[in-house]
T-cell receptor, first 114, second 116 residues
């Protein structure tokens, strides 16, 4: 079974530029999560989707971050414009949309904002 | 609000020594789940164990063991006879009763280095 796929693995941009990350969850997983992991910290949830609907985006900085999951499968997270403090690893995770199922994590995208 | 505290930022031990990673949590839920994840240098989070709040039995899996004590809100992780491959960052995490459909709250992690 293929795992959660993410691309790119690494990205370096200048501040005020835009960037987008892509995630393809495990086949059949209706729930998709984006976490932000700043160096030296644990992952923090940015947004949770169930199919193509948003379940929780309370910690998403909506003035610069956006995410979509139009067909309920893969998802894109965008930052526009990026700030220095956005430098982090962005992790995507997925799970079956039912209680009792684990979250499986992708390898992450490491973003460096200069 | 949920909170997970991992007070040990970094630990180094010599290979074959035993090591315990501490985790203390806070939650208002009566039903909740606790997790441990391993993050090797490759960056991917690897699931190690899940425990629900009603099961306080200790668990052992090979060289790994977990001690859940509800009275002290702790869920500690012990590696016996450590190996170099155990070097990684370890995260303790917490979720509410609907863990398949809600976020995980992570601690700040403990970086474990096993010295050959």
């Amino acid at each position: 079974e293929a795992g959660v796929a993410q691309s790119p693995r690494y990205k370096i941009i200048e501040k005020r530029q835009s960037v987008a990350f892509w995630c393809n969850p495990i086949s059949g997983h209706a729930t998709l999560y984006w976490y932000q992991q700043i160096l030296g910290q644990g992952p923090k949830l940015l947004i949770q989707f169930q199919n193509n609907g948003v379940v929780d985006d309370s910690q998403l900085p909506k003035d610069r971050f956006s995410a979509e999951r139009l067909k309920g499968v893969d998802s894109t997270l965008k930052i526009q414009p990026a700030k220095l403090e956005d430098s982090a690893v962005y992790l995507c995770a997925s799970s079956f949309a039912a209680s009792g199922n684990e979250q499986f994590f992708g390898p992450g995208t490491r973003l460096t904002v200069l | 609000a949920q909170k997970v505290t991992q007070a040990q930022t970094e630990i180094s031990v010599v290979e074959k020594e035993d090591v315990t990673l501490d985790c203390v949590y806070e939650t208002r839920d009566t039903t909740y789940y606790l997790f441990w994840y391993k993050q090797p240098p490759s960056g991917e989070l690897v699931f190690l164990i899940r425990r629900n709040s009603f099961d306080e039995q200790n668990e052992i899996s090979g060289r790994y063991s977990w001690n859940f004590q509800k009275s002290t809100s702790s869920f500690n992780f012990t590696i016996t006879a450590s190996q170099v491959v155990d070097s990684a960052v370890y995260f303790c995490a917490l979720s509410g009763p609907n863990f398949g459909n809600e976020k995980l709250t992570f601690g700040t992690g403990t970086r474990l280095t096993i010295i050959p």
